[in-house]
């Protein structure tokens, strides 16, 4: 039985800052393209369920995690386990295990080395926010996304990893004390002469154990925060002419601990069965993979959402969004708050018992009339039945705007909330909040879908919650 990827998503948000506002608002160089921002109600947390629904929308059937692992150098919180948060919004069952990797980019490896070498289902999940200061090159080059890989045995196996190395040095090249929102960095002459070895090491070892030349590697991708130390492993690398990846930088930036997923996603969505793919990552040492596409990639395909491709959600972005709402969301810059009172936080005894509500977003359908119930209930509304109701999730059910307005007083750090009462295909209607779009963007009748999103920070809790935004092959 060959264990590998049996499926995959990756997730980036719907805003790109295009690099040019970076120059007009600071005078500084700062390149052309853009780069993906997650919005204010977006987190890593967020955005690793995001990637990970559109993994398991297309997972072959009967094969669920047993253990979900989010790896990410920016955790929403510390301390408490982010991928417990995941786990609940996928709905998993509660004997699946949640565990994170957090606190480096090389997590985003080790994640994926830990579900590949692993025995039963396991979803590796890959999420990062990155950030510098105002006019840096870490703002400039950044970008932020997520990526989900589930490994699996069976025959239904989309990549296999068929060999693995790493070669590991201590050197202080890129670090970040606890409690600090930026990187700092060494010359970067020294982070290219440390890795450059270490990643022809790397190589040199995977191929030998795949039993493989690199002038037989079909798709060669390099990734690593070290922009000249990737480049300088691109043209060391002995890969015919054709096989390097393009690494989505000028698009959407550099996404950090996500950003191997992120682009070995995007080669999966047009490998030809059979393809080899080399993988090299670098932080803090390098890991080198090589993976055999496997026939199960066409049926995969077949299954996958529309609109879940790298290649349509990089078209999909909106680069519109104002250097100064960037900096705002990024608490770069502070601004006056609407004068409302803050929201209140969410107390953990009701959080706790509404879980499957608030987090699953499951509402209950009644087993005499068939009303569907949002949010759930015991006493039916149609028939007064109760106690017959079952359990019903709606987080990948579309709806309909019935109705909407915008809300310029609602306290919100992107006025004016849009609200909308919300008609899900099959019944049920919801009143809700719709983020990744303006008032002037929508009308009565547009298709919504529903999107896992933190609704606010208070005295240091986050309430994670559901909102809607226009299904994205429409927007």
Not at 55 to 71: C, D, I, K, S, T
Not at 144 to 166: K, M, N, R, Y
Not at 247 to 274: C, R
Request: hydrophobic content about 45%; aromatic content about 6%.
């Amino acid at each position: 039985m060959k264990r590998g990827i049996v499926a995959y998503g990756a997730y980036l948000p719907y805003w790109r800052l295009a690099r040019s506002s970076i120059t007009a608002a600071l005078a500084t160089p700062a390149g052309r393209g853009t780069r993906a921002v997650a919005s204010y109600d977006e987190d890593t947390t967020t955005m690793a369920v995001e990637a990970a629904r559109i993994a398991l929308a297309a997972a072959p059937e009967g094969v669920r995690p047993h253990e979900v692992v989010l790896a990410t150098a920016a955790p929403a919180y510390l301390d408490k386990t982010n991928a417990v948060a995941v786990h609940d919004a996928l709905g998993l069952a509660r004997s699946a295990a949640a565990f994170d990797m957090n606190g480096s980019v090389r997590s985003g490896s080790a994640a994926l080395r830990y579900a590949a070498n692993a025995t039963a289902p396991v979803l590796a999940v890959l999420s990062d926010i990155r950030t510098g200061l105002p006019g840096g090159a870490d703002e400039r080059d950044g970008g932020d996304a997520a990526a989900a890989f589930l490994f699996s045995s069976g025959s239904e196996v989309v990549a296999e990893p068929i060999a693995q190395a790493s070669a590991t040095s201590e050197f202080l090249d890129r670090w970040r004390l606890p409690g600090e929102t930026t990187s700092h960095q060494w010359e970067e002459r020294f982070g290219e002469h440390e890795y450059l070895p270490l990643a022809e090491e790397a190589i040199a070892a995977t191929l030998e154990e795949a039993g493989v030349t690199a002038a037989e590697i079909d798709h060669f991708i390099v990734t690593g925060v070290h922009t000249r130390a990737v480049r300088a492993v691109q043209r060391s690398a002995a890969v015919p002419a054709g096989a390097p990846a393009k690494d989505l930088s000028a698009v959407v930036g550099n996404t950090g601990t996500a950003h191997q997923g992120l682009v070995l996603a995007s080669v999966l969505d047009s490998a030809a069965p059979g393809a080899l793919i080399l993988t090299v990552s670098l932080a803090d040492g390098a890991v080198a993979t090589v993976l055999r596409v496997g026939e199960a990639i066409l049926q995969y395909r077949q299954r996958r959402p529309a609109g879940g491709t790298v290649a349509a959600q990089v078209s999909a972005g909106r680069g519109e969004l104002p250097y100064t709402t960037f900096l705002t969301w990024r608490d770069q810059l502070r601004r006056e708050p609407p004068r409302r009172p803050e929201p209140a936080p969410p107390a953990s005894p009701p959080a706790a018992r509404h879980r499957a509500w608030k987090f699953s977003f499951a509402a209950s359908r009644c087993g005499i009339c068939g009303m569907r119930l949002v949010p759930p209930g015991r006493v039916c509304i149609g028939c007064g039945a109760l106690g017959q109701m079952t359990q019903e999730r709606l987080a990948d059910v579309p709806g309909v705007v019935a109705t909407f307005t915008a809300d310029r007083l609602a306290f919100t750090p992107n006025p004016p909330m849009v609200v909308a009462v919300i008609d899900f295909d099959g019944g049920g209607r919801f009143r809700c909040e719709l983020t990744d779009v303006g008032p002037d963007a929508v009308v009565i009748g547009t298709r919504v879908e529903m999107t896992f999103r933190k609704m606010s920070t208070s005295q240091t809790i986050h309430n994670y919650f559901w909102k809607a935004r226009p299904v994205r092959e429409e927007a």
